[in-house]
Protein backbone atom coordinates (compact mmCIF):
# COMPACT_ATOMS: atom_id res chain seq x y z
CA UNK A 1 0.00 0.00 0.00
CA UNK A 2 1.00 3.12 -0.69
CA UNK A 3 2.17 5.71 1.94
CA UNK A 4 0.17 8.67 -0.04
CA UNK A 5 -3.37 7.57 -1.48
CA UNK A 6 -6.52 9.19 -1.67
CA UNK A 7 -7.67 7.59 0.97
CA UNK A 8 -4.87 8.56 3.22
CA UNK A 9 -4.90 12.17 2.30
CA UNK A 10 -8.83 12.25 3.17
CA UNK A 11 -7.81 10.74 6.48
CA UNK A 12 -5.79 13.78 7.13
CA UNK A 13 -8.01 15.88 6.07
CA UNK A 14 -10.70 14.65 8.58
CA UNK A 15 -7.91 14.44 11.35
CA UNK A 16 -7.36 18.60 10.48
CA UNK A 17 -11.11 19.06 10.28
CA UNK A 18 -11.69 17.08 13.75
CA UNK A 19 -8.78 20.05 15.58
CA UNK A 20 -11.14 22.56 13.70
CA UNK A 21 -14.47 21.01 15.03
CA UNK A 22 -13.76 20.90 18.28
CA UNK A 23 -12.92 24.37 18.48
CA UNK A 24 -15.80 25.44 17.30
CA UNK A 25 -17.93 23.17 19.59
CA UNK A 26 -15.96 24.57 22.86
CA UNK A 27 -16.83 28.19 21.11
CA UNK A 28 -20.32 27.18 20.98
CA UNK A 29 -20.52 25.34 23.81
CA UNK A 30 -18.74 28.80 25.63
CA UNK A 31 -21.68 30.80 23.67
CA UNK A 32 -24.88 28.57 24.59
CA UNK A 33 -23.30 28.07 28.05
CA UNK A 34 -24.29 24.61 27.06
CA UNK A 35 -22.58 21.54 25.98
CA UNK A 36 -25.15 19.41 25.75
CA UNK A 37 -26.71 21.72 23.26
CA UNK A 38 -23.36 22.46 21.43
CA UNK A 39 -23.37 18.90 21.16
CA UNK A 40 -26.98 18.75 19.97
CA UNK A 41 -26.46 21.80 17.16
CA UNK A 42 -23.61 20.62 16.19
CA UNK A 43 -25.73 17.52 15.11
CA UNK A 44 -28.62 18.52 14.32
CA UNK A 45 -26.49 20.70 11.24
CA UNK A 46 -24.64 17.81 10.46
CA UNK A 47 -28.27 16.00 10.14
CA UNK A 48 -29.38 18.85 7.89
CA UNK A 49 -26.18 18.57 5.52
CA UNK A 50 -26.56 15.33 5.19
CA UNK A 51 -30.54 14.72 4.20
CA UNK A 52 -29.58 17.94 2.26
CA UNK A 53 -27.07 15.87 0.24
CA UNK A 54 -28.84 12.47 0.00
CA UNK A 55 -32.01 14.16 -1.38
CA UNK A 56 -29.76 16.02 -3.74
CA UNK A 57 -27.44 13.40 -5.23
CA UNK A 58 -30.55 10.92 -5.25
CA UNK A 59 -28.87 8.56 -2.90
CA UNK A 60 -30.24 4.65 -3.16
CA UNK A 61 -32.68 4.62 -0.01
CA UNK A 62 -31.79 0.77 1.55
CA UNK A 63 -34.70 -1.47 1.94
CA UNK A 64 -36.51 -2.33 5.39
CA UNK A 65 -35.34 -5.77 5.11
CA UNK A 66 -31.74 -4.86 4.32
CA UNK A 67 -31.86 -2.53 7.40
CA UNK A 68 -32.91 -5.42 9.23
CA UNK A 69 -30.23 -7.71 8.60
CA UNK A 70 -27.47 -5.59 10.06
CA UNK A 71 -26.48 -6.28 13.82
CA UNK A 72 -27.38 -4.26 16.47
CA UNK A 73 -24.18 -2.99 17.27
CA UNK A 74 -23.98 -0.82 13.70
CA UNK A 75 -26.37 1.53 14.92
CA UNK A 76 -24.32 2.71 17.96
CA UNK A 77 -21.64 4.61 15.99
CA UNK A 78 -23.98 7.50 16.40
CA UNK A 79 -24.20 7.24 19.91
CA UNK A 80 -20.79 6.77 20.66
CA UNK A 81 -20.13 10.25 17.75
CA UNK A 82 -22.53 11.97 20.31
CA UNK A 83 -20.29 11.39 23.14
CA UNK A 84 -16.96 11.73 21.60
CA UNK A 85 -18.54 15.44 20.89
CA UNK A 86 -19.75 15.52 23.94
CA UNK A 87 -16.59 14.85 25.54
CA UNK A 88 -14.44 17.18 23.38
CA UNK A 89 -16.57 20.21 24.22
CA UNK A 90 -16.30 19.46 27.56
CA UNK A 91 -12.28 18.71 27.49
CA UNK A 92 -11.43 21.78 25.21
CA UNK A 93 -11.72 25.04 26.66
CA UNK A 94 -10.00 23.12 29.88
CA UNK A 95 -6.83 21.70 27.87
CA UNK A 96 -6.57 23.44 24.82
CA UNK A 97 -6.51 22.13 21.10
CA UNK A 98 -3.01 20.30 21.21
CA UNK A 99 -3.33 18.50 24.45
CA UNK A 100 -7.22 17.51 23.85
CA UNK A 101 -5.78 16.09 19.92
CA UNK A 102 -3.07 14.10 21.44
CA UNK A 103 -5.43 12.46 23.94
CA UNK A 104 -7.48 11.77 21.32
CA UNK A 105 -5.57 10.25 19.03
CA UNK A 106 -3.37 8.58 21.17
CA UNK A 107 -7.27 6.97 22.31
CA UNK A 108 -8.10 6.10 18.76
CA UNK A 109 -4.60 4.43 18.14
CA UNK A 110 -4.69 1.87 21.16
CA UNK A 111 -8.31 1.38 20.63
CA UNK A 112 -7.60 0.81 17.13
CA UNK A 113 -4.73 -1.59 17.30
CA UNK A 114 -7.01 -3.45 19.38
CA UNK A 115 -9.80 -3.67 16.75
CA UNK A 116 -7.21 -4.63 14.19
CA UNK A 117 -5.84 -7.36 16.30
CA UNK A 118 -9.22 -9.19 16.67
CA UNK A 119 -10.55 -8.21 13.54
CA UNK A 120 -13.73 -6.48 15.83
CA UNK A 121 -16.19 -4.40 14.86
CA UNK A 122 -16.36 -5.16 10.90
CA UNK A 123 -12.52 -4.62 10.65
CA UNK A 124 -10.14 -7.43 8.77
CA UNK A 125 -7.14 -9.25 11.02
CA UNK A 126 -4.36 -7.53 11.28
CA UNK A 127 -2.57 -8.25 13.75
CA UNK A 128 -0.36 -6.67 15.80
CA UNK A 129 3.44 -6.57 15.99
CA UNK A 130 7.03 -4.98 17.19
CA UNK A 131 6.42 -1.90 14.59
CA UNK A 132 2.86 -1.54 15.43
CA UNK A 133 3.73 -1.35 18.91
CA UNK A 134 6.94 0.83 18.49
CA UNK A 135 4.48 3.38 16.38
CA UNK A 136 1.79 3.57 19.29
CA UNK A 137 5.02 3.68 21.83
CA UNK A 138 6.22 6.91 19.36
CA UNK A 139 2.58 8.40 19.76
CA UNK A 140 2.07 8.02 23.51
CA UNK A 141 5.97 9.43 24.49
CA UNK A 142 4.63 12.53 21.41
CA UNK A 143 1.64 12.47 24.31
CA UNK A 144 4.03 13.29 27.28
CA UNK A 145 6.29 15.78 25.58
CA UNK A 146 3.30 17.89 24.18
CA UNK A 147 1.49 17.50 27.96
CA UNK A 148 4.54 18.54 29.49
CA UNK A 149 5.95 21.33 27.13
Known amino acids: MQFFSLYTILAFVSGA ?3 IQIGMNASLSKGLQNPMIAALSSFLIGTIALVLYILTSKQTIPSTHSLQQ ?3 WVWM ?3 LGAL ?3 LTIVAAPKIG ?3 LVAFVV ?3 MLASLI ?3 YGLVGFEVNTLNAWRVLGAIFLIIGVILIRKF
Do not use: E, F, I, R
Open 97 to 99: AAQ
Open 106 to 108: TGQ
Open 84 to 86: YVT
Open 77 to 79: GGL
Open 115 to 117: LDH
Open 70 to 72: LPW
Open 17 to 19: SLA
